[in-house]
């Protein structure tokens, strides 16, 4: 799924309330109406959404009537900062029927009465979500540490640059290592000045490149030191 | 900022763009409308939105142009599965005069030259991006273990319960510890009902409860179990 579409579906406040529901349980569409005070002609159309996008599925129960869930586990993460803006998408597809499911379900006669079971899993649960907890906490940490860095480096870089070129050069690979082409469309440069500039931060032990799929690609050089 | 605030921004593609072109590096209103072909009344009106929201701020060049740039740290996380959605912001306003750099900048003249300290940051950024691509990495698996878990869980509920609204009662604990009121407001049923069957769970054995701020929260019972 692309990132960028799952961003136009989670700017309606009415799908995300709709997602939110059926996180909570499976819902047919006459609930998912009256719990949200919207007529079902409308959630019809956002469950259409939802469906397209591969975030829900639908099935049929007993009675044959519809009802919608929830159909994949999805990471969307969204970090902005001065110098970076990412956006990124994991989708983790079930393999429920395979996994985990039928030996662990061996393992549990074997073991032990599903009642202690059910409270170890459950425990597991709770240990999950402080874990998650952690790493969020972790990531921001990393994020803001980032953006530190990146003001130093910008600091820095005034100190070594001949000009104006290079200066702009290093903060673009600072972000990424990157093509020549990359560069002069980033920068509005005439590739030859580009180039020329390159050559001279390259003389100087500043930036160094790589032949990828027979293209270079500049980076800023890489020092071997360890720790910093 | 609410989350919810920033999920509405960021469903606008062109809000999304300028946000992108700003964490390149600051720019005045005409080079955002140039690079994004769309006008600069159009252009303000986002900006505002974006200022507003606290996620960009304004600032006056020597000419005395406005230009605008990303004003704070911010990860937006929201993760879709079949038993949670979650939304979580986290906004790291920055100290950047204060912290590290002035400390940092004396170390450099003591110790090395800018351009040696320079390639060092630049590799700790390196770092920096690839410690936050594991963490990705890792939550994704958490996610993924989280819903198996989740499913066994459900499994194992089918089989211990005496009759729907124990099993109802369990899942929505499995989730989070909770009280009365919002068990009885989530499952539309009677205090009374609710009441009777949490105490037959909490008799045999499978739910307890605290007490926090004068209420009682309901949860699966901590077996003290390290490892499961």
Same mark, same amino acid.
Request: proline share 3%; glycine share 4%; net charge negative.
């Given at each position: ?5 799952? !961003? ?21 569409? /006459?609930?998912?109406?009256? %719990? ?13 959404? !939802? ?5 829900? @599925? ?16 999805? %990471?969307?993460? &969204?970090?902005?900062?001065?110098? #970076?803006? *990412? ?8 393999? %429920?029927?395979?996994?985990?499911? #039928? ?6 006669? #074997? =073991?032990?009465?599903? /009642? ?7 425990? =597991? ?5 402080? =874990?998650?907890?952690?790493? #969020? ?22 100190? &070594?640059?001949?000009?104006? &070129? @290079? ?20 920068? %509005? ?6 180039? *020329? ?23 800023? =050089? @890489?020092?071997? &030191?360890?720790?910093?």
């Amino acid at each position: 799924m692309d990132p960028a579409k799952l !961003l136009d579906i989670l700017g309606n406040e009415n799908r995300r309330k709709i997602i939110q529901l059926l996180a909570g349980r499976p819902c047919y569409v /006459s609930e998912i109406s009256s %719990r949200l005070g919207v007529g079902p002609k409308a959630i019809i159309s956002h469950l259409g959404l !939802l469906e397209q996008a591969g975030l829900i @599925e639908c099935s049929v129960d007993e009675q044959r009537r519809k009802y919608f869930n929830i159909a994949n586990n999805m %990471r969307l993460e &969204v970090s902005v900062s001065p110098y #970076a803006y *990412t956006v990124k998408l994991q989708d983790t597809a079930f393999d %429920r029927e395979k996994n985990g499911e #039928a030996s662990a379900q061996k393992e549990i006669s #074997a =073991r032990e009465e599903s /009642s202690d079971f059910f409270l170890k899993l459950s425990s =597991r649960l709770k240990e999950l979500r402080i =874990r998650q907890e952690e790493l #969020a906490q972790m990531q921001q940490q990393l994020q803001a540490e980032y953006t530190r860095v990146m003001d130093h480096c910008l600091d820095l870089i005034e100190e &070594v640059v001949s000009n104006p &070129v @290079e200066c702009e050069l290093l903060f673009e690979l600072l972000k990424n290592e990157t093509t020549l082409a990359t560069l002069c469309y980033n920068l %509005r440069l005439h590739p030859s000045i580009v180039n *020329t500039n390159l050559i001279n931060l390259a003389k100087r032990g500043f930036i160094e490149y790589n032949i990828k799929n027979n293209q270079y690609y500049w980076k800023i =050089r @890489e020092t071997g &030191v360890e720790n910093e």
